[in-house]
C-alpha cells in the first residue's frame, strides 16, 4: 500500500514537474487528470478540466471527428495519431486558436484503455518560420528589384533625355510645360528606381534634414495628376515647418503609395488630405498611445473618406505581404515599405481608422536640432478642485484606449465609468442619471449609436449633463461630413494638459 501511495505521490510531482501540458483520458474522452501546465495552456483551473470532454480544447472541425477516430482506434487496432506526433490546433477557453505539437500514447488497465497526451505550444516556432519565410520572399523580391531598376533606369535615361531635347525645341508656353511636368515625373521615377537598388542591396536609406512641405507639395502635384474628377485632393500645410530627418524621394513615394491605398478604399470617389503640423511630445500618456519617444517632431497625416479598417486589418497593415486586395491587384509591400523608411529615420506612423468612415496615417519624424523638451506640467491642484466630485462616463470602444484613457481620468481626479459603446452608455445613464456629471465619447463607434447619436440623445434626454467628444480625424473632415456637430471635440492623440483643460472647460459656466 505503501508503495501505491508513494508511486502516486511521485506521479503527481512528475506531472507537475513536467513544463509541457499532460492531459490523461479514458476511452470516452473524458480527462482524468491534467498537470497545472495544461490548464495554464488552455486556460482554465485544473479541476475545470476533470470529467470535461477532450474537444473542449479542439476546434469544431477537430472536435467533430475525434471520437470517431478514438473508437476507429479501439475497434480496429489502427492508429492514425496514436504514437505520431504532429502538428494540430488547439482551443483555448477564451476563443483563441494557437498551433500545439500533440503526442498521444495508450495504456490497458484492467481491460480498459487510457490515453496521456503531451502538448506543446509552438506559436514561437511558427511564427519564426513564417518570419523567416517572409524574409526569404523580401530577399529574392530585392535581387530581382535591383536587376530591374538597373534596366528600368536606362529606358528612363532615354526618356529624360529625349523630352529635354524636345523641351529646348519647343516655344508654345503650355506644351513647354506640358514636357516640363512629364520630365518631373520621368525624374522622381528614376529616384524611386534608385530606392528599389537600394532596397536590393539592403543599402540605408539617407536620412538628412528634409523640407517636409516641399515633399508633400511635390507628392500632392503627382497624385492630383494621377487620380480622376471624382476625388477631392487638399493639402494643409503650415508655415515655417522645421527641417526634419527624413528622405524626400522616400517621403513622395510613402505619400503616393498611402494615397493609391486611400484611393482603392473610396471605388466611388472621396476626400483625400494631406497636412503638415509640428507637434511637441511631452506627455508620458500620447508617448504610450502613440509608442513614440517624448520629443520634438512634424507629423504628416493623410486623411481619406473612405470605408475603413477594422481592427485586425489595422493590427496587420504594416506586415510584408499583407493585403486586402483580390488576388494579383496588391503585392502587400507598400504599407511595409513606408513603415520601415520612417522607422530607419527615427519615426513612428499610427493608424487611426473606422469601418465605413475613414482612416488617417500619420507619420511623425523628429526635427532636426531640436531643443530638449521640457515636459509641460498639468496644473494638478486646479485640475483637482474642478474634477472633485465629479464622473465621468467613458465611451470607448477600443479596449485598450479605454483602459489608457481611464487612467488618464482617474489621475487627474475624476471618477470613471466604462461603456464599450453607444448603447451600454444610454443604458448606464438610464439605470444611474444622476450619478454621472460628464459624458466623454468617442465620435465614431459601432452600434445602434455612435458619437454623435448619443450626444443628442443626451441633449434631448438630460439636457444638465457635459458632453465632451473625441476623434482620431483631422478637423475639417470631420466638419465636412458632420456640419452639425456642436460639441467641442478633442483630437486624438491629446495631451493630458488637453484632455484636463478640455473637461475643466465644461464647468466654466458653474
Do not use: W
Amino acid at each position: 500500500m505503501m508503495d501505491q501511495e508513494l508511486d502516486g505521490l511521485l506521479l503527481v510531482a512528475l506531472l507537475d514537474a513536467i513544463p509541457d501540458a499532460v492531459l490523461l483520458s479514458d476511452a470516452q474522452g473524458l480527462i482524468t487528470r491534467a498537470n497545472p501546465a495544461a490548464a495554464t495552456l488552455f486556460g482554465y483551473e485544473p479541476h475545470a478540466l476533470i470529467g470535461q470532454n477532450v474537444s473542449i480544447l479542439m476546434p469544431s472541425a477537430m472536435a467533430d471527428r475525434h471520437d470517431g477516430f478514438m473508437q476507429s482506434y479501439l475497434s480496429t487496432g489502427k492508429a492514425q495519431i496514436i504514437g505520431i506526433g504532429r502538428t494540430v490546433e488547439g482551443l483555448r477557453r477564451n476563443g483563441q486558436t494557437f498551433p500545439l505539437h500533440l503526442s498521444i500514447g495508450t495504456a490497458n488497465h484492467a481491460g480498459r484503455a487510457h490515453f496521456v497526451a503531451i502538448m506543446h505550444d509552438i506559436s514561437r516556432r511558427v511564427a519564426a518560420e513564417d518570419a523567416l519565410a517572409r524574409s526569404a520572399r523580401l530577399d529574392a523580391i530585392g535581387q530581382m528589384t535591383s536587376g530591374i531598376s538597373h534596366d528600368f533606369n536606362n529606358i528612363l535615361s532615354v526618356v529624360i533625355g529625349n523630352l529635354e531635347l524636345l523641351e529646348s525645341r519647343i516655344k508654345d508656353r503650355e506644351q513647354r510645360e506640358m514636357v516640363s511636368d512629364a520630365l518631373e515625373a520621368a525624374e522622381l521615377g528614376a529616384e524611386l528606381t534608385a530606392g528599389l537598388s537600394a532596397f536590393g542591396r539592403k543599402s540605408p536609406i539617407h536620412c538628412n534634414p528634409t523640407d517636409i512641405n516641399a515633399a508633400c507639395r511635390s507628392a500632392v502635384a503627382l497624385i492630383r495628376r494621377t487620380f480622376d474628377a471624382h476625388y477631392e485632393i487638399t493639402q494643409e500645410l503650415s508655415d515655417s515647418i522645421p527641417a526634419v530627418r527624413s528622405d524626400g524621394t522616400q517621403l513622395q513615394s510613402a505619400l503616393i503609395n498611402i494615397a493609391l491605398n486611400a484611393r482603392d478604399a473610396m471605388p466611388d470617389g472621396g476626400k483625400l488630405m494631406i497636412r503638415t503640423e509640428e507637434v511637441v511630445i511631452d506627455d508620458d500618456y500620447i508617448a504610450q498611445e502613440l509608442d513614440v519617444d517624448q520629443g520634438a517632431y512634424v507629423r504628416v497625416s493623410v486623411t481619406d473618406t473612405g470605408r475603413g479598417m477594422g481592427p485586425d486589418t489595422q493590427k496587420h497593415v504594416f506586415e510584408p505581404f499583407f493585403t486586402t486586395k483580390p488576388a494579383g491587384h496588391g503585392t502587400g509591400l507598400g504599407m511595409a515599405m513606408v513603415y520601415g523608411f520612417v522607422r530607419q529615420c527615427d519615426g513612428h506612423v499610427t493608424v487611426y481608422s473606422e469601418i465605413g468612415r475613414g482612416t488617417t496615417i500619420a507619420l511623425y519624424f523628429p526635427i532636426v536640432d531640436a531643443a530638449p523638451v521640457e515636459k509641460r506640467a498639468v496644473a494638478v491642484t486646479e485640475t483637482r478642485q474642478t474634477a472633485r466630485d465629479k464622473m465621468v462616463l467613458l465611451v470607448e470602444d477600443n479596449p485598450h484606449l479605454r483602459k489608457l484613457t481611464a487612467a488618464r481620468l482617474k489621475e487627474l481626479g475624476y471618477g470613471v465609468r466604462e461603456a464599450a459603446h453607444g448603447d451600454v452608455a444610454a443604458a448606464l445613464l438610464q439605470e444611474d442619471p444622476d450619478g454621472i456629471d460628464v459624458v466623454f465619447t468617442d465620435l465614431v463607434m459601432p452600434g445602434e449609436l455612435d458619437g454623435l447619436a448619443l450626444a443628442r440623445h443626451i441633449v434631448a434626454t438630460y439636457p444638465d449633463k457635459r458632453i465632451l467628444l473625441t476623434s482620431g480625424y483631422a478637423e475639417d473632415i470631420l466638419t465636412r461630413q458632420n456640419e452639425e456637430i456642436v460639441h467641442q471635440v478633442l483630437r486624438k492623440p491629446y495631451r493630458q494638459s488637453d484632455l484636463a483643460k478640455a473637461l475643466a472647460a465644461l464647468f466654466d459656466d458653474g
